[in-house]
């Protein structure tokens, strides 16, 4: 079975601070990775493609450690308006077949 | 502008109704799917069309039924529905394998 396991939280972070999370994947055959974001009740937006150089975009970085079959983001200096539930989301190469985590919920506090 | 768009917001059906959910992209996407999102789940696929062709069907039940008339639309056909069908319909499109963009949902209940 192929599983991608997150940390449900919540998280509950002051507004300023830094925040990661990690994902496991099972599939080693794992190709793509991803991150999305979802506010309640709305739909999934995608936040990052992860690349196994790592990036970065603003206050956001993803990396990726293939060895140890994970994938990580970091927010730094957390804003009210982070406040979500982020998804992992991986596929093999050539699949349609995208597979979520269940979802790290980040709360934002001022 | 990685737009996807979806009708109707909101619906709300009986048992015996047929109704339909629409998608759209103009994004020239070539693969798009049908997710079903519970409250505090993960989206579950449900339909994958590729190249208006139907190519993954995660063995959901016949009253949900797809519809890929174009390459820029696709339709989910409900029918007979049951009260555990109430959920959040998601369609999303990429230009093949790669990254999906999701469109805002249809919050379906059915009564």
């Known amino acids: 079975r192929k599983e991608v396991e997150q940390d449900p939280g919540p998280f509950n972070v002051p507004e300023g601070a830094t925040v990661a999370f990690n994902c496991t994947y099972s599939?080693?055959?794992?190709?793509?990775f991803f991150w999305y974001r979802q506010d309640c009740r709305k739909e999934p937006k995608l936040l990052m493609s992860?690349?196994?150089s790592g990036n970065e975009d603003g206050r956001f970085t993803a990396q990726l450690n293939r060895a140890s079959q994970y994938i990580s983001l970091l927010i730094r200096d957390s804003k009210l308006s982070d406040s979500a539930t982020y998804l992992c989301?991986?596929?093999?190469?050539?699949?349609?077949?995208?597979?979520f985590g269940k979802g790290t919920k980040l709360s934002v506090i001022p | 502008d990685t737009e996807v768009t979806q009708t109707p917001k909101h619906l709300v059906m009986g048992m015996t109704n047929k109704k339909s959910l629409k998608c759209e992209q103009h994004?020239?996407?070539?693969?798009m799917y049908w997710y079903k999102q519970k409250a505090k789940k993960p989206p579950e696929l449900m339909f994958v069309?590729?190249?208006?062709?139907?190519?993954i069907n995660e063995s959901v039940p016949s009253r949900f039924s797809p519809e890929c008339p174009n390459s820029s639309l696709l339709n989910l056909h409900l029918h007979a529905l049951q009260p555990e069908d109430s959920a959040l319909y998601l369609c999303?499109?990429?230009?093949?394998?790669?990254?999906?963009?999701f469109g805002p949902g249809t919050r379906l209940t059915v009564l």
């Open positions: 069309y590729s190249y208006e062709k139907l190519s």
């Open positions: 999303a499109s990429s230009l093949d394998t790669d990254t999906q963009y």
């Open positions: 992860v690349y196994s």
């Open positions: 989301a991986v596929t093999e190469a050539g699949s349609y077949q995208l597979t």
């Open positions: 599939n080693s055959a794992s190709q793509s």
């Open positions: 994004m020239g996407h070539r693969a």
